[in-house]
């Protein structure tokens, strides 16, 4: 015989009670005053030999009465085998979850995981349904079995699974599996001639790592009658560390940095001293000890005679699971950003624009600024550029040429500074009769009606950035004639003229500005509005030329934006490892293995790392306390289907035991209430 | 005990008591008793009865009456203990003992004796000394009708203070229940009986406490000490009795050793009997050393 809840069976310590009871009903209740005890001595009271048999048969109903209510709390049961029960058995759904995420590369996981299906799979019984879903970041539907017919139907499941010699390199977005299982476990409603399903149980085979996204369920009402099962797998008893690279906020604006990467260390780590690798394509390796305690993190610059050397992987060393060690890494190459000044101003002539313009520029490690000169009075052709900067009257051929720029997609920031650039201003708006007039005014000017949600100023949007009130024009021009459509004020003058304007021609810009930032027109150069406003001007550009190499596993890479955004007959991606075949894409690309990957145009070439995603790194298993928080229905862990099996068979018996068990306790209790009413008759009266 | 007023009480007492002395041809006690001492080498021939001689040829010393009142102190036990009683088998200790001590001033005074009362249960809680007045009667009354609210007692304690309080020499009625231990009692004593006082001690017991006649279990709670004691008195009774008698014996010893004559009486004997025993026994060896002649306190 065995108990279900054995603790009850601490009750039986309450016999004590009506034992004490028992003995303390022998003691005199009445007292007695009396002047000295100084002769008396301490003598045993005498029992009342005429009530002790009756007082006796009750304490032992009494006991009787109580060790049955422990023994009915305790819950016995005894494990009956009935084989008629195997042939009643109910019809169930099974859905397994099979996580094939880069963390179940650990050790022997994957082996463990698939044995876990097997074990799985021998627990159904015919008509049983079954389904298995392999889930990393997408989630793949591997097999579906409608009627399980033993065997053959195992064969069926186990081949799809052999297709499977090894997990991914994708990260766990457990979430969206757990809604993809529920809602297809909940959809199918068995046919009227199918009997219907008495247990519908989702089991998750997976290591449960942290780092498994579990946001999709959040918002989702989970299905009632489908419980789920966690099968964790694999003690997460060593630690990792992993590695990934940090991105800077703001790539073009960072200054002579080198690449810096997060190493950070589990809590359980081994160790924390950890070896961080550079390998160059020369086949070289770079080495450096790296400090990281166990539960921290650590950002790690690339050292300076590191960065020189053609870097192509980074890995740490020291750690005891080696699947996310390896850091795929694809060097950000430094881009010209080229600007065209056009006027008659001399580099270090602090009186006129250019001055101020070149040192507006500052080079950066990714970024190299030239700021090259000609006079808008050159016959010579247009030079490329990313930005054309007018700052005079520009004389036809150029103008021309730089009017067919814009319209081709090129950025143009003209700074009206006499109304002799009004022809050069019509042509370009394609405007006629635009004329320029300076203002004359004894005061200064400042700016009004910014609009501040325009890209070119958004980046003044934030309340502390966005008050011009100290920035004083002491000399503006009126644009008059301008054309109504095609064009932005972004700022105008207090005095009601527009100041800043911004036209779309074609595929490029022309900002027009109605002052200067000479210190003869105005404050401009010299606050600090001005550089902000001029990398805002040039923004898409340097967003196009710093854009970042490094991708994930899983991640859709638009193939076309090594290449400004233009696909040019085709684009093939060389995949990392010698062997490895050419892929033709059309624009998007999702990469299913790490490695350095090359992008190939007609006339162009890039190179991208793709890498783990940074989550998988974090291998200790999620708090279980967090899938109840999100509302699942969780089985008992251990209770397998042929224990819940046996747990049917036994509850009859036990709930029998338990009822007759509470009978006895009646059966005393009643005794007991009578022969407790027949002493208390006969008893003597009370002695005062 | 039916009567209430302790004043009643004595007075019935006395009055019953007097009507019956009318009859008895014999004075136990009395001041004006004179008493013959043979001669022993040493005492004043002045006071030699010349006539007495003549007859009997034998030296008889004269003794003198004191002519002073006799100056009687009641010391009455207040303590808890005395409390005990009051039920179908005797009235409580203290009523009767209060009643014994209330009824003889009552008496003495009629005497023109002077009376004086000391209460006491640990400590000397009252001392009015001795005095022949009009009011000293009614001041000890009311002072005995007060309800006794002592704690345990001590009757040595009480006595070395009392010792000290009465100053002359006189008869001293100690009323007690004596059940205390009797370690210092004698020495206690002597501090009268040195003195030259005349010591008389009557021990009040309830029936209860001499025969220890409870038949059912009990708790039985000290009333002194509040100490509780499960018994079966059945089996208790044997070796009560025992010490009991052991005790009484004790104090019986100390008392003839120290010439101060016991009165052991229970709270169901008549008071009257027990006024008559008391006055009718003879004067204490302490009382004859105090009456010495004069001629040999002088020397």
């Known amino acids: 015989m065995s108990f279900l809840t054995p603790l009850y069976l601490l009750g039986a310590l309450g016999l004590a009670i009506p034992i004490i009871l028992h003995l303390l009903h022998d003691r005199p209740k009445n007292k007695q005053a009396f002047g ?150 909940q959809e199918t409603e068995p046919g009227p001639d199918e009997q219907p399903f008495a247990r519908r149980e989702i089991i998750v085979i997976s290591d449960l790592q942290k780092g498994s996204h579990l946001g999709d369920v959040q918002d989702y009402e989970w299905p009632t009658g489908i419980r789920v099962k966690l ?27 080198a690449p810096s990467f997060r190493i950070s260390n589990s809590a359980n780590g081994l160790g924390d001293e950890l070896e961080f690798l550079a390998h160059t394509t020369a086949g070289e390796t770079l080495s450096e000890k790296v400090h990281v305690p166990p539960g921290r993190s650590r950002v790690v610059e690339l050292p300076g005679e590191w960065v020189g050397k053609s870097v192509e992987r980074l890995s740490i060393r020291g750690d005891a699971v080696e699947f996310d060690n390896q850091f795929h890494f694809a060097q950000n190459r430094r881009q010209t950003v080229r600007i065209v000044y056009i006027g008659e101003d001399k580099p270090n002539d ?85 004329v320029i007039r300076d203002i004359v005014s004894s005061d200064y000017a400042l700016l009004q009606s910014l609009k501040l949600k325009h890209e070119v100023l ?203 068990a509470l009978a006895a306790v009646l059966l005393f209790v009643t005794l007991e209430t009578v022969l407790a009413a027949k002493g208390s008759r006969t008893a003597e009266p009370v002695m005062t | 005990m039916e009567i209430s007023s302790l004043s009643l009480r004595a007075r019935a007492v006395v009055e019953g008591f007097m009507s019956g002395l009318h009859r008895s041809p014999r004075t136990g006690f009395s001041t004006e008793f004179t008493e013959y001492r043979q001669y022993s080498p040493g005492d004043d021939v002045r006071f030699l009865d010349w006539k007495v001689m003549a007859r009997t040829d034998r030296e008889f010393i004269k003794k003198f009456e004191d002519e002073t009142n006799l100056r009687c102190t009641f010391m009455v036990d207040f303590s808890k203990s005395m409390e005990f009683g009051g039920d179908d088998a005797g009235v409580k200790k203290s009523d009767y003992g209060r009643t014994f001590a209330a009824s003889l001033a009552w008496f003495l005074t009629q005497q023109r004796d002077a009376v004086g009362l000391a209460t006491f249960d640990r400590d000397v809680r009252e001392f009015i000394p001795p005095r022949y007045r009009q009011d000293q009667l009614k001041t000890i009354l009311g002072r005995l009708e007060t309800q006794p609210a002592g704690n345990a007692t001590d009757l040595c304690q009480a006595l070395e203070k009392l010792a000290s309080l009465v100053g002359k020499r006189g008869m001293i009625v100690l009323v007690s229940d004596f059940l205390s231990p009797l370690d210092e009692m004698e020495s206690c004593l002597s501090l009268f009986t040195a003195a030259g006082h005349d010591v008389r001690a009557v021990q009040v017991l309830h029936p209860r406490e001499v025969d ?66 008391f006055l009718e026994e003879r004067p204490a060896r302490a009382v004859v050393r105090q009456r010495r002649s004069p001629g040999r306190s002088a020397a």
């Not at chain 1, 099968?231 to 940095?257: C, M, Y």
């Not at chain 1, 143009?412 to 405007?431: D, E, I, R």
């Open chain 2, 212 to 277: 220890f006649s409870f038949e059912d279990a009990a708790i039985f709670e000290d009333m002194e000490s509040g100490q509780n004691l499960i018994l079966d008195p059945g089996m208790a009774r044997e070796s009560y009795q025992q010490k009991y008698n052991a005790h009484n014996a004790a104090l019986d010893a100390i008392f003839s050793a120290q010439g101060i004559p016991g009165f052991r009486v229970t709270t169901t004997e008549p008071l009257e009997r027990v006024l008559q025993r």
């Open chain 1, 458 to 660: 958004k980046v003044f949007g934030d309340a502390r950035f966005s008050d011009f009130t100290n920035l004083h024009f002491w000399k503006h021009r009126e644009l008059q004639n301008l054309p109504d459509e095609g064009i932005d004020v972004l700022a105008r003058f207090d005095s009601g003229p527009p100041a800043w304007v911004v036209a779309r021609r074609g595929a490029g810009r022309l900002l027009v500005m109605a002052s200067g930032w000479t210190p003869a027109d105005s404050q401009l150069a010299l606050s600090t509005k001005f550089i902000p406003l001029l990398y805002s001007i040039l923004k898409p550009v340097l967003e196009d030329k710093t854009q970042s190499r490094q991708f994930v596993v899983g991640s859709e890479i638009d193939v076309t934006r090594f290449n400004n955004g233009q696909a040019g007959g085709g684009v093939t991606v060389i995949p990392p490892g010698d062997a490895a075949a050419a892929i033709s894409v059309d624009t998007i690309f999702r990469p299913t293995a790490t490695g350095l990957y090359t992008a190939k145009g007609s006339d162009w070439s890039e190179t991208f790392g793709v890498n783990l995603t940074p989550d998988e790194s974090r291998t200790e298993p999620i708090v279980m306390d967090q899938f109840k928080k999100l509302g699942l229905p969780m089985s008992a862990p251990a209770a397998a289907p042929t224990a819940i099996e046996a747990a049917k068979k036994t509850e009859t018996h036990r709930r029998e035991y338990w009822r007759w």
């Open chain 1, 350 to 434: 602090a009186e006129g624009s250019l001055f101020y313009l070149a040192s507006a520029f500052q080079q950066s490690s990714t970024l190299d600024f030239h700021v090259e000169a000609i006079s808008g009075k050159s016959t010579g052709p247009l030079p490329e550029a990313d930005l054309f900067v007018i700052g005079d009257a520009v004389d036809d051929p150029l103008a021309q040429a730089l009017g067919q720029a814009i319209e081709g997609g090129a950025t143009a920031l003209m700074v009206v500074q006499s109304p002799s650039q009004a022809a050069n201003l019509g042509q370009w708006l394609g405007a006629d009769g635009v």
């Open chain 1, 231 to 257: 099968e964790q797998i694999g003690e997460d008893d060593q630690g990792n560390a992993g590695i990934e690279q940090v991105a800077s906020r703001v790539p073009w604006a960072t200054a002579g940095t």
């Open chain 1, 36 to 185: 000295s005890l100084m002769f008396l001595e301490r003598t045993t009271p005498p029992v009342d030999r005429k009530r002790r048999p009756t007082d006796l048969l009750l304490l032992l109903l009494r006991c009787l009465a109580l060790l049955l209510l422990v023994f009915v709390f305790a819950r016995p049961f005894i494990n009956v085998e009935d084989p008629a029960d195997a042939s009643r058995r109910d019809r169930q759904w099974i859905t397994v979850l099979l996580d094939r995420s880069a963390s179940m590369q650990r050790g022997d996981l994957w082996a463990q995981a698939k044995d876990k299906v097997q074990t799985v799979l021998e627990q159904l019984g015919p008509n049983d349904r079954f389904s298995l879903i392999a889930y990393d970041d997408s989630t793949e539907l591997l097999a579906e079995i409608k009627l399980w017919l033993g065997n053959s139907s195992g064969a069926k499941v186990n081949a799809r699974l052999e297709g499977f010699a090894k997990p991914g390199f994708g990260g766990s977005n457990l979430g969206q599996a757990l809604r993809f299982a529920g809602e297809s476990t």
